[in-house]
């Protein structure tokens, strides 16, 4: 059995071969091939633009991918959606396709494009947009640049964006949202109901799912010595109070705990200290790669 999966090629190829680094799978891809090696020979990937996977994907010819639910929208795919990965290229949350003008444009909502020009990538997805807002626009497709055309070479323009760093950049501004898109682990249908293929997709949706459960989190290991106060450990009240529910179990010799869990690394910094002060001992701090529920 040979799966094959497309992967994102462009502005999500690095982060994507992160994230499957961090499940478990090394993949390798040279500058001149669309063939990535992987320690696994069920999966056979290949690097696609994310912007035609679903549709290959929909027609058979890869048995899975990667996109954007942006894409699967332009597409109109029919596909199945195994599983929602929140990561993009710069962060660990949704990307935003919004609708931007020139800083000193008079175009204040999207009432205003009536007969305007909008240059996009994602042209279907922005013609829907404006048929619900009952506007007639021209929609171009725009080859890349995006940001450059306005005004000379249209009035608006609809781009992806995760900061809007470099709209402001452009002297561009947000007029609105048209939608926000995370990145999914698409299957096509006949392959999805094939058995073997079905369980692998599942696994690696599993284990990319971990992955990027794990991705700000680490794993807190301390001790708590008895001195004389029985069984009672207030570390334990600690963790509850705070949403936690640590791991617990007596040390060999008897008179202490070893506690451990898993949380949020931004919070370290300040709760060693605290720990300390509440009696816990030997604080270990390590990395994680995978927290699978």
């Keep these: 059995m040979k799966l094959k999966l497309g992967i994102p090629k462009g502005s999500l190829q690095e982060a994507t071969f992160k994230l499957f680094a961090k499940a478990g799978f090394n993949m390798i891809a040279s500058s001149r091939s669309y063939f990535p090696s992987i320690d696994d020979v069920e999966i056979e990937p290949m690097?696609?633009?994310?912007?035609?996977?679903?549709?290959?994907?929909?027609?058979?010819?890869?048995?899975?991918?990667?996109?954007?639910?942006?894409?699967?929208?332009?597409?109109?795919?029919?596909?199945?959606?195994?599983?929602?990965?929140?990561?993009?290229?710069?962060?660990?949350k949704p990307v935003k396709w919004v609708l931007a003008v020139p800083n000193n444009s008079k175009i204040k909502s999207v009432k205003d494009l009536q007969g305007k020009r909008i240059a996009t990538e994602l042209v279907e997805v922005t013609k829907e947009y404006l048929k619900k807002n009952k506007v007639n626009a021209i929609v171009e497709f725009s080859w890349g640049a995006t940001e450059v055309k306005p005004p000379y070479l249209a009035d608006a323009i609809v781009e992806l964006t995760e900061t809007g760093a470099s709209l402001k950049a452009s002297n561009l501004r947000?007029?609105?949202?048209?939608?926000?898109?995370?990145?999914?682990?698409?299957?096509?249908?006949?392959?999805?109901?094939?058995?073997?293929?079905?369980?692998?997709?599942?696994?690696?949706?599993?284990?990319?799912?971990?992955?990027?459960?794990?991705?700000?989190?680490?794993?807190?290991?301390?001790?708590?010595?008895?001195q004389g106060k029985g069984n009672y450990l207030p570390l334990t009240d600690f963790f509850l109070e705070m949403g936690i529910n640590p791991t617990v179990s007596q040390l060999a010799d008897g008179k202490g705990w070893a506690i451990e869990v898993i949380i949020e690394e931004k919070k370290v910094r300040d709760l060693i200290p605290k720990l300390k002060e509440a009696g816990a001992e030997v604080i270990v701090e390590y990395p994680l790669n995978k927290v699978v529920p």
């Excluded at 027609?59 to 959606?81: H, P, R, Y």
């Design 47 to 92: 690097l696609i633009r994310a912007q035609e996977i679903p549709k290959y994907v929909a027609s058979g010819v890869i048995d899975a991918g990667l996109t954007g639910m942006d894409w699967i929208k332009e597409n109109k795919a029919k596909v199945k959606e195994v599983a929602e990965l929140i990561y993009a290229k710069e962060g660990m």
């Design 174 to 226: 947000i007029v609105d949202t048209i939608m926000e898109s995370t990145t999914r682990l698409i299957a096509n249908s006949k392959s999805y109901a094939d058995k073997k293929k079905k369980a692998k997709i599942d696994n690696i949706a599993l284990l990319l799912g971990g992955a990027l459960n794990a991705e700000d989190k680490v794993g807190l290991k301390m001790n708590f010595m008895l």
